[in-house]
T-cell receptor
Framework: DAGVTQSPTHLIKTRGQQVTLRCSPKSGHDTVSWYQQALGQGPQFIFQYYEEEERQRGNFPDRFSGHQFPNYSSELNVNALLLGDSALYLC??????????????FGEGSRLTVL | DQQVKQNSPSLSVQEGRISILNCDYTNSMFDYFLWYKKYPAEGPTFLISISSIKDKNEDGRFTVFLNKSAKHLSLHIVPSQPGDSAVYFCAASATGGYNKLIFGAGTRLAVHP
């Protein structure tokens, strides 16, 4: 039973570019949440997708957007990259969106470096 | 505005002894608290949680204590083992569960023989 898988594991971009990160949830899970973990900090909630819609959002600008596909996988897109976007991006999957979502299972993350 | 604070970046404990990791929060709307453990190159894994209606929850070697009046929680690991060496994150939710978790900055625990 595969857990949460994320790709790519590492990538380097330059300021102003755009990036797409991908996440496949744990088998049987239908909800995907994205977190950003800057160096020396804890993960920060970006948004949550359930039933192919953004259900909840944290305090992140519109440059951060996402998508969920019918097979529950998800993408995180960041436009107009800034140096401060350098971080580990974690995907977490769970069952049942909204307020009753179950335990989160995290992937290993995608480490983004913006030069 | 850090709503969840872990003021000790690191903690070193001898094997067999007790490890106590602390966490403070400021938002009185938080009603569910969790601890996650993270090894290098792995995602955080859920360890233990506690609802705001309780003041203690125990799971094997791990116990979480909640003091709502002080807005403080702690994780006790007894006895500590070398395999417990990891970064521990305290997290809180205002939705009664695993949604929109607010994490602290983490405490790196090192358990040495």
């Amino acid at each position: 039973d595969a857990g949460v898988t994320q790709s790519p594991t590492h990538l380097i971009k330059t300021r102003g570019q755009q990036v797409t990160l991908r996440c496949s949830p744990k088998s049987g899970h239908d909800t995907v949440s994205w977190y950003q973990q800057a160096l020396g900090q804890g993960p920060q909630f970006i948004f949550q997708y359930y039933e192919e819609e953004e259900r909840q959002r944290g305090n992140f600008p519109d440059r951060f957007s996402g998508h969920q596909f019918p097979n529950y996988s998800s993408e995180l897109n960041v436009n107009a990259l800034l140096l401060g976007d350098s971080a580990l991006y974690l995907c977490a999957s769970s069952l049942g969106g909204g307020l009753n979502t179950g335990e989160l299972f995290f992937g290993e993350g995608s480490r983004l470096t913006v030069l | 505005d850090q709503q969840v604070k872990q003021n000790s970046p690191s903690l070193s404990v001898q094997e067999g002894r007790i490890s106590i990791l602390n966490c403070d929060y400021t938002n009185s709307m938080f009603d569910y608290f969790l601890w996650y453990k993270k090894y290098p190159a792995e995602g955080p894994t859920f360890l233990i949680s506690i609802s705001s209606i309780k003041d203690k929850n125990e799971d094997g070697r791990f116990t979480v204590f909640l003091n709502k009046s002080a807005k403080h929680l702690s994780l006790h690991i007894v006895p500590s083992q070398p395999g417990d060496s990891a970064v521990y994150f305290c997290a809180a939710s205002a939705t009664g569960g695993y949604n929109k978790l607010i994490f602290g900055a983490g405490t790196r625990l090192a358990v040495h023989p």
